[in-house]
């Protein structure tokens, strides 16, 4: 899997939106899970959400964080080469810099198991 590129960050008050874009540059995203993963101000890194390959029925196509369950959504534009993350009623504790990630699988260890790819970060800040 090649490079991974994230864009869509910025500065949004709580209650707001944005959308987060990943975008494989070099090789075809759709044959690997995504992670969506963020970074907080001296805090470990954490995982976010995950969206499965399109070939992958061995579990749930979509697994989210308990802290952004209803809130945010994953989803995947194949023909696009791109995975998205619609971040809803973000909240301060949102902040952070939010990386992608692919992997073969999400699987129940998504969150912690190794990933191939790493994206670069955007920046998500919630403020009023």
């Known amino acids: 899997q090649g490079q991974l590129v994230e864009s869509g960050g910025g500065l949004v008050q709580p209650g707001g939106s944005l959308r987060l874009t990943c975008t494989a540059l070099?090789?075809?995203?759709?044959?690997?899970?995504a992670g969506w993963f963020r970074q907080a101000p001296g805090k470990e890194r954490e995982g976010v959400s995950c969206i499965s390959n399109t070939d992958d029925t061995s579990g749930p196509s979509e697994q989210y964080a308990d802290s952004v369950k209803g809130r945010f959504t994953v989803s995947r534009d194949n023909a696009k080469n791109t995975v998205y993350l619609q971040m809803n009623s973000l909240k301060p504790e949102d902040t952070g810099v939010y990386y992608c990630a692919s992997a073969p699988y999400c699987g129940h260890g998504w969150k912690t198991r190794p990933y191939d790819s790493w994206g670069q970060g955007t920046q998500v800040t919630v403020s009023p």
């Open positions: 070099e090789s075809t995203l759709r044959y690997y899970a």
